[in-house]
C-alpha cells in the first residue's frame, strides 16, 4: 500500500530490438555509488532483454507523456515496435546500448549489478552511469525544476498529476520569517 508511486518508460535493447517496459515499481536505493531499483515480472518480454544485456534506461514520464506510458505498459513488444506506435523518439545513450526517450524530461542510463528473484517479480539493482536532463527544466541557479514537466505518479491503476508544494526538507523546523 505505499502509493502513489513514479510512473516510468524503462527502455531496453537487444540485438538491434529496441524495447519500452512501463514500471510503477521502482527507485533510488543509494546515493553512493548511485543506484536505483525497477521490479519487473518475469515473463515480460523486457525482463529477459535487461536480463541478458545487463542494462536499461529508466526515462521519467510526464502529463503529456502519460498515453505513451500507458501504451508501454499494455502492449508487448514481442510483436510491436513501442517507440513507432507510441510516436516516441529513440535517441544514443552515452554509457549503454539501451536507447533514451528523447521526449522524457530526465533519462537514466543503468547497469545491473544483481537480481533479487522475489516472487512474482524481480527486482533489478542497478548503478546510474548517466542522467540527462531537458535543459527546460534546469533554472538560471542551476536547479531541476522537474515540477515544470508535469511528472506523473501511479496509483492502484490510475495515473495522477502530482499538486501543490507543501513544503521543503527541514521546514517544519525553520525559524518564523524563513523560507518555505
Request: glycine share 10%; charged share 25%.
Amino acid at each position: 500500500m505505499l502509493y502513489p508511486l513514479p510512473a516510468v518508460m524503462v527502455s531496453c535493447s537487444e540485438n538491434g530490438k529496441n524495447n519500452i517496459i512501463t514500471v510503477a515499481w521502482t527507485g533510488t536505493v543509494c546515493t553512493n555509488p548511485p543506484m536505483l531499483s525497477i521490479s519487473v515480472r518475469p515473463e515480460r518480454f523486457s525482463h529477459g532483454m535487461i536480463e541478458r544485456t545487463g542494462e536499461f534506461a529508466v526515462n521519467l514520464t510526464t502529463k503529456g507523456l502519460v498515453r505513451a506510458c500507458d501504451y508501454c505498459g499494455v502492449k508487448s513488444g514481442r510483436d510491436t515496435d513501442k517507440f513507432q506506435a507510441a510516436g516516441l523518439t529513440a535517441c544514443r545513450a552515452d554509457y549503454i546500448g539501451a536507447p533514451l526517450i528523447a521526449e522524457s524530461p530526465v533519462n537514466i542510463e543503468c547497469r545491473v549489478k544483481q537480481i533479487l528473484r522475489l516472487g512474482s517479480h524481480d527486482m533489478f539493482l542497478a548503478e546510474v552511469l548517466g542522467v540527462h536532463v531537458d535543459r527546460r527544466y534546469i533554472n538560471t541557479k542551476g536547479k531541476l525544476e522537474l515540477e515544470k514537466a508535469e511528472p506523473v505518479v501511479y496509483s492502484h491503476g490510475e495515473y495522477y498529476g502530482l499538486g501543490e508544494l507543501l513544503g521543503t526538507f527541514g521546514y517544519s523546523v525553520k525559524k518564523a520569517g524563513e523560507r518555505k
